[in-house]
């Protein structure tokens, strides 16, 4: 398996903790008097800052290369960046609206915890399709210098701020609770 498709799995394995993560904390929210909105802000604010602007870019070259070799469906590619689009579109929407609900602006919860919801479903939908259509292809139909390409500026690739190493100040409750979480869930069936 190629060491670049090796990477993007293990994200989806930790991005699919993040999708677990938002689907529990929001149905907590709707059910509990006292909001935990500090955790769901620290999950938008890392999904925009990291999978935003590494992991889907990352991706969205694979797509373009595997285009122009025309080993992949005009229409599966298209769907891919049309996700990708769509949840950095999304993250960013609902990143702004929950620090809104922090500083006490007046905002509907149960339509947050809604668009949380669908935001997560959308990450995890957007994680299964590129499993079963753009990986394969990938692995089937890129070069050495594919890769190189697919790479890019990225193979110097920045750490990671939640799950490389000690995770970032920001982040250390959030991850303190994916890990909680994740003790009770099987890793064998991330999705
Ligand atoms: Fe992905």
Not at 17 to 39: E, F, G, Y
Not at 59 to 80: T, W
Not at 82 to 104: C, F, K, M, P, Y
Request: aromatic share 6%.
């Amino acid at each position: 398996m190629s060491t670049v498709i090796a990477k993007l799995q293990t994200e989806h394995v930790r991005l699919a903790r993040l999708v677990r993560l938002l689907n529990h904390q929001s149905c907590l929210r709707t059910d509990a008097s006292a909001p935990n909105i500090a955790l769901l802000v620290d999950a938008l604010c890392y999904l925009t800052r990291f999978p935003d602007v590494s992991h889907h870019v990352i991706e969205d070259r694979m797509v373009d290369v595997l285009l122009a070799k025309k080993a992949l469906s005009v229409e599966v590619g298209q769907e891919i960046e049309s996700q990708h689009a769509t949840l950095i579109r999304d993250g960013r929407d609902l990143l702004r609206d929950l620090e809104s609900a922090v500083r006490g602006e007046n905002m509907s919860q149960e339509l947050v915890d809604i668009r949380i919801r669908l935001y997560a479903e959308r990450l995890r939908h957007n994680m299964v399709v590129e499993e079963l259509t753009l990986f394969p292809a990938a692995e089937k139909s890129l070069s050495e210098e594919d890769w190189r390409t697919v790479e890019g500026a990225n193979s110097q690739a920045r750490p990671d701020p939640l799950f490389d190493n000690e995770p970032d100040l920001q982040f250390a409750e959030l991850f303190r609770v994916i890990t909680t979480e994740a003790t009770t869930v099987s890793a064998e069936f991330p999705f």
